[in-house]
């Protein structure tokens, strides 16, 4: 039985982790992830968990006893945002090489400078090509039930590989929601056990990680983690079907918004994503076929499922929320328009970056977006296919 | 699970260990050095009082001590720099003639 | 029970031969020692900070560590370690290991490793008090990327970034007491150590450093042959000639009470030591001998603030 509450996003996180009750939890503090290890803290204290928690002194050692702590053979988990991501950067690349299956909760925030404290992909966008799976989130509900998904999609055997849940910050991270939280047990049961199969503490044979890896060994080791991804891809669908038989809440690698006969659509992520949706709504009241795609899963990309679901549109914006400095657009344009490069038959493409730092983005500057997008169906010019929204000129 | 004998420069992708672990010990005494060393120390059995001093300064364990008694070198890994010679106070290892 | 070197060469092998380290490399001896140290019923956990050592010692697919091991980067091997350490503590915790498995969690890393790069997650860790012993292996400078000047470097030593020349007499700064900040940390069992004798200075610390509980540390002094620039048969009588010198003083830290472990029946004066290395060759050109001068000054300072701590 489900169990209705009303919590912020880093609530629900903490809860996800208490209900898993990992084996380690190392922990820095950063705005606006904080209150993660905030809530575990207390769960500690009041013996309500058997994690082993441990307060490090910087981000870069968070991730670092955490490849310690799983490669030992235990699961471990962390959370961070902005600058402490970027701190972990050299250590992310570490874990998904190494094929450790870590869980890190992201709080999504804007990269310094000026320094910011609000929400942008900045961080997590920086880390794209680290080789963590990333799972994206719209509201409180989506982050618990992606956190509940996490351990089984990374410690798949034909994945291995560490995981974010990403979470819009103070949006998503700290606004109080209505939720529906499973049952401790139910939890406990649909993530289950971690068993690897060779941990540095196993008693029968040892385990050497992290080794020296000549040309003639690289990129084999590179390639093998290349698949390691693409498997995750089918993994994550079916934990999402075991998800919904176990629990009734339906996932997929990314979610279609009325994109079956859409001429024009966004492509979004996060919260920004429930913003579009009432714009849409109100397009189709109006008898515009408007659509959106909401990417859930960023890594692996799903660039075929996503192609096949826009080449009948006429014009669609991407929606970034950072700012790639490609000087072209920003990355999620990147991926759509290398997801349509092949398609015969594709839409006109712009991308439109957003929400920098937390800069609101609003039902109306929404629909603005899709006003410009109608313009384009209509055979009108196509204008800047890289701009930036709601920005002072 | 895989062998570190059976992974080698020709063998596909498929085939390495997940994220190049290794499962066994010791494996790098497949790799001989001793192909490395220009110069070699001998050991002269005569003279050698058994004291064992030269054993705990090679840094490539290639002087092998059984119940208390050293044996010859390990020439398979001996990379000969010379440490164990000076080490030995009765002059019981001595760089060979080439 | 007494130190016996037959009964410690009779020991299995931890680190095997193979291994990709310089010919006459210290870290090699550091490692079979540090090896020796674990009781041969324990089993260890090693985590190593990118450098020569881990290059060399576990090239994929050969690892020389008969234990568990692992490498993640150059800067977190107290990090890392931390990390191992608590997943043991659950293991022990939750009866995943047995009575009799245990398991010593050790962190080594070359004095970039632990000096310099690696100092805040060793402080952090050291902090903390996981029970683990973290072994630098001091050789000077940075060696993996060819002899660039660390903190650890010796004031006037020569190296790739502070070459000598006729404008420079090699590094201007002496080295970092690393260990002196170590006790600072509070930590239970702190020592300096090197390769001499017949091994006893370093195995007792090195075991003692292992079996005491807490974050405990042992900063070992590693010639390296390539950057100190000597023959390497020489190994021996530099370390000799390190603590004759009073250069690099052997003494242990235990809970904050400091122990002299040997004292130089006659300290020799630091060319002793300076004069046996290429590194310091520009010292004893004519016009630079107040350098030798200037260390030896240093040296003299150094030591009487040690005396008077173990006083």
């Given at each position: 039985?489900?169990?209705?509450?009303?919590?912020?996003?880093?609530?629900?996180?903490?809860?996800?982790?208490?209900?898993?009750?990992?084996?380690?939890?190392?922990?820095f503090?950063?705005?606006?992830?904080?209150?993660?290890?905030?809530?575990?803290?207390?769960?500690?204290?009041?013996?309500?968990?058997?994690?082993?928690?441990?307060?490090?002194?910087?981000?870069?050692?968070?991730?670092?006893?955490?490849?310690?702590?799983?490669?030992?053979?235990?699961?471990?988990?962390?959370?961070?945002?902005?600058?402490?991501?970027?701190?972990?950067?050299?250590?992310?690349?570490?874990?998904?090489?190494?094929?450790?299956?870590?869980?890190?909760?992201?709080?999504?925030?804007?990269?310094?400078?000026?320094?910011?404290?609000?929400?942008d992909?900045?961080?997590?966008?920086?880390?794209r090509?680290?080789?963590?799976i990333?799972?994206?989130?719209?509201?409180?509900?989506?982050v618990?039930d992606?956190?509940?998904?996490?351990?089984?999609?990374?410690?798949?055997?034909?994945?291995?590989?560490?995981?974010?849940?990403?979470?819009?910050?103070?949006?998503?991270s700290?606004?109080?929601?209505?939720?529906?939280?499973?049952?401790?047990?139910a939890?406990?049961?649909?993530?289950?056990?971690?068993?690897?199969?060779?941990?540095?503490?196993?008693?029968?044979?040892?385990?050497?990680?992290?080794?020296?890896?000549?040309?003639?060994?690289?990129?084999?080791?590179?390639?093998?983690?290349a698949?390691?991804?693409?498997?995750?891809?089918?993994?994550?669908l079916?934990?999402?079907?075991d998800?919904?038989?176990?629990?009734?809440?339906?996932?997929?690698?990314?979610?279609?918004?009325?994109?079956?006969?859409?001429?024009?659509?966004?492509?979004?992520?996060?919260?920004?994503?429930?913003?579009?949706?009432?714009?849409?709504?109100?397009?189709?009241?109006?008898?515009?076929?408007?659509?959106l795609?909401?990417?859930?899963?960023?890594?692996?990309?799903?660039?075929?499922?996503?192609?096949?679901?826009l080449?009948?549109?006429?014009a669609?914006?991407?929606?970034?929320?950072?700012?790639?400095?490609?000087?072209?657009?920003?990355?999620?344009?990147?991926?759509?328009?290398?997801?349509?490069?092949n398609?015969?038959?594709?839409?006109?493409?712009?991308?439109?970056?957003?929400?920098?730092?937390?800069r609101?983005?609003?039902?109306?500057?929404?629909?603005?977006v899709?006003?410009?997008?109608?313009?384009?169906?209509?055979?009108?010019?196509?204008?800047?296919?890289y701009?930036?929204?709601?920005?002072?000129? | 699970?895989?062998?570190?004998?059976?992974?080698?420069?020709s063998?596909?992708?498929?085939?390495?260990?997940?994220?190049?672990?290794?499962y066994?010990?010791?494996?790098?005494?497949?790799?001989?050095?001793?192909?490395?060393?220009?110069?070699?120390?001998?050991?002269?059995?005569?003279?050698?009082?058994?004291?064992?001093?030269?054993?705990?300064?090679?840094?490539?364990?290639?002087i092998?001590?059984?119940?208390?008694?050293?044996?010859?070198?390990?020439?398979?890994?001996?990379k000969?720099?010379?440490?164990?010679?000076?080490?030995?106070?009765?002059?019981?290892?001595?760089?060979?003639?080439? | 029970?007494?130190?016996?070197?037959?009964?410690?060469?009779?020991?299995?092998?931890r680190?095997n031969?193979?291994?990709?380290?310089?010919?006459?490399?210290?870290?090699?001896?550091?490692?079979?020692?540090?090896?020796?140290?674990?009781?041969p019923?324990?089993?260890?956990?090693?985590?190593?900070?990118?450098?020569?050592?881990?290059?060399?010692?576990?090239?994929?697919?050969?690892?020389?560590?008969?234990?568990?091991?692992?490498?993640?980067a150059?800067?977190?091997?107290?990090?890392?370690a931390?990390g191992?350490e608590?997943?043991?503590?659950?293991m022990?915790?939750?009866?995943?290991?047995?009575?009799?498995?245990?398991f010593?969690?050790?962190?080594?890393?070359?004095d970039g490793?632990t000096?310099?790069?690696?100092?805040?997650?060793?402080?952090?860790?050291?902090?903390?008090?996981?029970?683990?012993?973290?072994?630098?292996?001091?050789?000077?400078?940075?060696?993996?990327?060819?002899?660039?000047?660390?903190?650890?470097?010796?004031?006037?030593?020569?190296?790739?970034?502070?070459p000598?020349?006729?404008?420079?007499?090699?590094?201007?700064?002496?080295?970092?007491?690393?260990?002196?900040?170590?006790?600072?940390?509070?930590s239970?069992?702190?020592?300096?150590?090197?390769?001499?004798?017949?091994?006893?200075?370093?195995?007792?610390?090195?075991?003692?450093?292992?079996?005491?509980?807490?974050?405990?540390?042992?900063?070992?002094?590693?010639?390296?042959?390539?950057?100190?620039?000597?023959?390497?048969?020489?190994?021996?009588?530099?370390?000799?000639?390190?603590?004759?010198?009073?250069?690099?003083?052997?003494?242990?830290?235990?809970?904050?009470?400091?122990?002299?472990?040997?004292?130089?029946?006659?300290?020799?004066?630091?060319?002793?030591?300076?004069?046996?290395?290429?590194?310091?060759?520009?010292?004893?050109a004519?016009?630079?001998?107040?350098?030798?001068e200037?260390?030896?000054?240093?040296?003299?300072?150094?030591?009487?603030?040690?005396?008077?701590?173990?006083?």
């Amino acid at each position: 039985m489900s169990i209705r509450e009303r919590l912020s996003g880093n609530e629900a996180i903490a809860t996800a982790m208490r209900q898993i009750n990992p084996d380690v939890f190392a922990m820095f503090p950063i705005t606006p992830s904080t209150e993660i290890p905030q809530y575990y803290a207390q769960y500690v204290a009041d013996g309500r968990v058997d994690t082993e928690f441990i307060c490090v002194e910087s981000e870069h050692s968070s991730l670092s006893a955490c490849l310690g702590a799983e490669a030992a053979g235990c699961r471990a988990v962390t959370a961070t945002s902005s600058a402490g991501l970027s701190f972990m950067n050299e250590v992310l690349y570490v874990a998904a090489s190494s094929r450790l299956p870590v869980v890190l909760a992201v709080a999504c925030r804007a990269l310094t400078g000026p320094i910011n404290i609000n929400h942008d992909y900045s961080d997590s966008m920086a880390e794209r090509d680290s080789g963590f799976i990333q799972i994206y989130a719209e509201n409180n509900q989506e982050v618990y039930d992606n956190y509940l998904m996490a351990h089984r999609i990374a410690e798949h055997p034909d994945v291995r590989l560490p995981l974010m849940v990403c979470e819009d910050g103070f949006i998503t991270s700290h606004a109080i929601e209505n939720i529906e939280l499973e049952e401790d047990d139910a939890v406990k049961k649909f993530v289950g056990e971690y068993h690897p199969e060779n941990y540095l503490l196993k008693a029968e044979n040892p385990l050497a990680v992290g080794p020296y890896g000549v040309s003639n060994y690289y990129m084999e080791a590179r390639v093998a983690q290349a698949h390691a991804m693409m498997n995750a891809k089918q993994v994550i669908l079916d934990v999402a079907a075991d998800f919904e038989k176990t629990f009734g809440r339906k996932y997929g690698l990314f979610e279609e918004y009325m994109m079956e006969d859409a001429d024009i659509a966004l492509v979004i992520m996060g919260s920004s994503a429930g913003t579009a949706k009432t714009a849409v709504d109100s397009l189709r009241a109006q008898g515009i076929k408007a659509g959106l795609i909401k990417v859930r899963v960023f890594r692996p990309f799903p660039a075929e499922e996503i192609a096949k679901c826009l080449v009948n549109a006429k014009a669609v914006a991407v929606m970034d929320k950072s700012e790639g400095f490609s000087g072209c657009g920003g990355p999620l344009f990147a991926e759509i328009s290398g997801a349509m490069i092949n398609e015969d038959k594709r839409p006109k493409i712009v991308d439109v970056v957003f929400g920098l730092g937390g800069r609101d983005f609003t039902v109306k500057a929404a629909l603005s977006v899709y006003d410009r997008l109608i313009k384009i169906a209509e055979g009108g010019e196509l204008g800047q296919v890289y701009s930036h929204l709601g920005v002072r000129t | 699970m895989k062998k570190a004998s059976e992974i080698n420069e020709s063998i596909p992708w498929q085939e390495m260990t997940v994220g190049c672990e290794i499962y066994e010990p010791g494996t790098s005494r497949l790799t001989k050095t001793g192909e490395w060393r220009s110069r070699t120390p001998e050991w002269i059995e005569e003279k050698c009082k058994q004291c064992v001093l030269c054993a705990p300064f090679c840094p490539d364990s290639s002087i092998p001590v059984k119940d208390g008694r050293r044996g010859d070198f390990d020439y398979d890994h001996c990379k000969g720099c010379g440490i164990c010679i000076k080490a030995c106070p009765f002059e019981a290892i001595k760089w060979r003639e080439e | 029970m007494a130190y016996n070197l037959k009964n410690e060469m009779n020991k299995p092998e931890r680190f095997n031969a193979g291994h990709r380290l310089c010919a006459g490399c210290g870290a090699g001896i550091v490692c079979r020692a540090m090896m020796r140290a674990v009781n041969p019923e324990d089993k260890a956990v090693i985590c190593n900070a990118t450098g020569c050592l881990e290059v060399s010692s576990f090239q994929y697919p050969y690892t020389a560590w008969d234990d568990s091991y692992i490498h993640t980067a150059f800067e977190n091997a107290s990090a890392t370690a931390s990390g191992v350490e608590a997943a043991y503590r659950f293991m022990k915790k939750k009866g995943k290991l047995g009575q009799d498995q245990n398991f010593k969690i050790l962190a080594i890393g070359g004095d970039g490793g632990t000096y310099d790069i690696g100092f805040q997650s060793l402080s952090g860790a050291l902090e903390r008090g996981h029970d683990f012993t973290y072994f630098c292996y001091d050789n000077n400078a940075y060696m993996n990327t060819g002899t660039q000047r660390s903190s650890a470097t010796p004031r006037f030593a020569s190296a790739t970034t502070t070459p000598a020349g006729v404008e420079s007499v090699g590094k201007k700064q002496v080295q970092k007491d690393l260990t002196q900040i170590v006790v600072s940390h509070g930590s239970p069992y702190v020592a300096q150590t090197t390769m001499i004798g017949n091994m006893k200075d370093f195995h007792e610390k090195a075991h003692r450093a292992i079996y005491t509980e807490g974050a405990t540390f042992v900063n070992v002094l590693t010639p390296c042959p390539r950057g100190w620039q000597y023959p390497a048969e020489n190994l021996l009588e530099i370390c000799k000639a390190a603590v004759d010198t009073c250069i690099w003083p052997l003494y242990e830290v235990v809970e904050g009470e400091y122990h002299l472990t040997y004292e130089p029946k006659k300290k020799l004066p630091v060319e002793e030591f300076m004069s046996k290395q290429g590194r310091f060759k520009h010292c004893f050109a004519p016009g630079n001998e107040w350098t030798i001068e200037a260390a030896q000054e240093y040296v003299d300072k150094k030591w009487d603030e040690l005396l008077e701590k173990c006083r």
